[in-house]
């Protein structure tokens, strides 16, 4: 079972910028669009962002505007821009593929990462 490699996590201070990436060895040709999700110490995992394989994208309310997710599917890679960073995104990062547009396959079921952790300083 293939796995996903979370990366570009790191510290920086409030107001900085990150470009996480997660990689997915052919997630595009098996038709899986890439969710990203994050874990604080002490709380739930929390939807971040998605994108399906037509690249439309979606983001919770706390990520719109400052995220911007994209895709290089020929490097099977997503990439997660991150702007104007505060001290509530501090969390380890996570992506996971999924079904677009079809029934269950086992082409993206991927094993979940490591994660990256992000941690942003006031």
């Known amino acids: 079972q293939a796995q996903v490699v979370e990366s570009g996590g790191g510290s920086v201070q409030s107001g900085g910028s990150l470009r996480l990436s997660c990689t997915a060895p052919g997630f595009a040709s098996n038709g899986c669009g890439v969710d990203w999700f994050r874990r604080a110490a002490g709380k739930a995992q929390e939807f971040v962002a998605r994108?399906?394989?037509?690249?439309?994208?979606e983001y919770a309310g706390a990520a719109k505007g400052r995220f911007t997710l994209s895709k290089n599917e020929a490097e099977d890679t997503v990439y997660l821009q991150m702007n104007s960073l505060r001290p509530e995104d501090t969390a380890k990062y996570y992506c996971?593929?999924?079904?677009?547009?079809?029934?269950?396959?086992?082409?993206?079921?991927?094993?979940w990462g490591q994660g990256t952790q992000v941690t942003v300083s006031s």
């Open positions: 994108i399906s394989t037509d690249g439309s994208t």
């Open positions: 996971k593929t999924w079904v677009d547009g079809g029934p269950w396959s086992p082409k993206c079921e991927y094993k």
